[in-house]
């Protein structure tokens, strides 16, 4: 009985090519690379700084005004990264502090049970960061990006003791964190990986002056190493609309003139 015969790629030879894989790619259960991604400009002329400043290699810290965007454009230029296959990095870890006692043993469940709560603000930004047609095929895309482990979230009570290599790490809300946990965070650092500090001095869960006062110098100590850039953002890269800008920008002119308010400390920490 004759042999069914192979179908030729057009090579001549009769087998069918094959593309090698990456180790990223043999990682991952679904790969998903940066095609599907949107591509975002930025709007303002810090959001552009940022975006110039990170492709330039540096680890930031973006700090200032709510609504200016810090969160969501750090996101989308480390899912570019992570997804590119050329690149050295593997996964984002996302921190931050889940409660403002740090704390979040006494809450039910395992890890991602007790943070999936603080996971949602996340997925919305990555919702648009991606060209999906309707909600179910984000919903699969995104369980997708989860399952290859492109993004995990982390809280500042797991992180000790870990060293995180080939990684972006994204530490939100860094204002809610003391000086000591903002200084471990930079020993987890490992090799192959970046760190971005995003937050805003004038919203922080932490009531102790001394407390605070490290934060600004933490601040001070990244502003003078070659290895980070440190972007203020204003009340004009307020990119939020409507109501919500209109609130931000009143908020901040009438609170920012309160003598001892933590505006003037967020002012201090600037000099």
Same mark, same amino acid.
């Given at each position: 009985?004759?042999?069914?015969?192979?179908?030729?790629?057009?090579?001549?030879?009769?087998?069918?090519?094959?593309?090698?894989?990456?180790?990223?790619?043999?990682?991952?259960?679904?790969?998903?690379?940066?095609?599907?991604?949107?591509?975002?400009?930025?709007?303002?002329?810090?959001?552009?700084?940022?975006?110039?400043?990170?492709?330039?290699?540096?680890?930031?810290?973006?700090?200032?005004?709510?609504?200016?965007?810090?969160?969501?454009?750090?996101?989308?230029?480390?899912?570019?990264?992570?997804?590119?296959?050329?690149?050295?990095?593997?996964?984002?870890?996302?921190?931050?502090?889940?409660?403002?006692?740090?704390?979040?043993?006494?809450?039910?469940?395992?890890?991602?049970?007790?943070?999936?709560?603080?996971?949602?603000?996340?997925?919305?930004?990555?919702? $648009?960061?991606?060209?999906?047609?309707?909600? %179910? *095929?984000?919903?699969? #895309? /995104? @369980? &997708?990006?989860?399952?290859?482990?492109?993004?995990?979230?982390?809280?500042?009570?797991?992180?000790?003791?870990?060293?995180?290599?080939?990684?972006?790490?994204?530490?939100?809300?860094?204002?809610?964190?003391?000086?000591?946990?903002?200084?471990?965070?930079?020993?987890?650092?490992?090799?192959?990986?970046?760190?971005?500090?995003?937050?805003?001095?004038?919203?922080?869960?932490?009531?102790?002056?001394?407390?605070?006062?490290?934060?600004?110098?933490?601040?001070?100590?990244?502003?003078?190493?070659?290895?980070?850039?440190?972007?203020?953002?204003?009340?004009?890269?307020?990119?939020?609309?409507?109501?919500?800008?209109?609130?931000?920008?009143?908020? $901040?002119?009438?609170?920012?003139?309160?003598? %001892? *308010?933590?505006?003037? #400390? /967020? @002012? &201090?920490?600037?000099?």
């Amino acid at each position: 009985m004759p042999r069914a015969k192979k179908k030729s790629n057009g090579n001549g030879n009769g087998t069918s090519p094959i593309q090698p894989m990456s180790k990223k790619m043999m990682k991952r259960k679904k790969p998903i690379d940066k095609s599907y991604m949107t591509d975002i400009k930025p709007l303002t002329d810090n959001q552009k700084i940022a975006f110039d400043e990170y492709k330039a290699g540096k680890n930031m810290l973006l700090h200032g005004a709510a609504g200016t965007g810090k969160t969501f454009i750090m996101l989308y230029l480390a899912l570019q990264e992570v997804l590119d296959e050329t690149t050295p990095y593997e996964k984002i870890y996302i921190v931050r502090s889940l409660v403002p006692t740090r704390e979040i043993g006494f809450l039910p469940g395992d890890h991602e049970d007790k943070s999936y709560l603080y996971q949602i603000p996340y997925k919305n930004m990555v919702r $648009y960061m991606f060209k999906m047609p309707d909600d %179910n *095929s984000f919903e699969m #895309l /995104y @369980d &997708n990006l989860r399952a290859q482990d492109t993004i995990d979230f982390w809280s500042t009570s797991f992180i000790r003791g870990v060293t995180l290599d080939n990684a972006i790490i994204i530490v939100d809300e860094f204002s809610n964190l003391n000086f000591h946990e903002l200084d471990s965070m930079i020993t987890r650092i490992g090799e192959d990986s970046k760190l971005m500090f995003c937050g805003d001095i004038t919203q922080t869960d932490l009531v102790r002056t001394n407390e605070k006062d490290g934060i600004s110098d933490f601040i001070r100590v990244l502003q003078d190493m070659k290895e980070f850039s440190c972007i203020e953002f204003g009340l004009d890269d307020i990119v939020r609309s409507g109501l919500v800008k209109s609130y931000l920008i009143s908020k $901040y002119t009438i609170l920012g003139g309160v003598p %001892n *308010s933590t505006w003037q #400390l /967020y @002012d &201090n920490a600037l000099l």
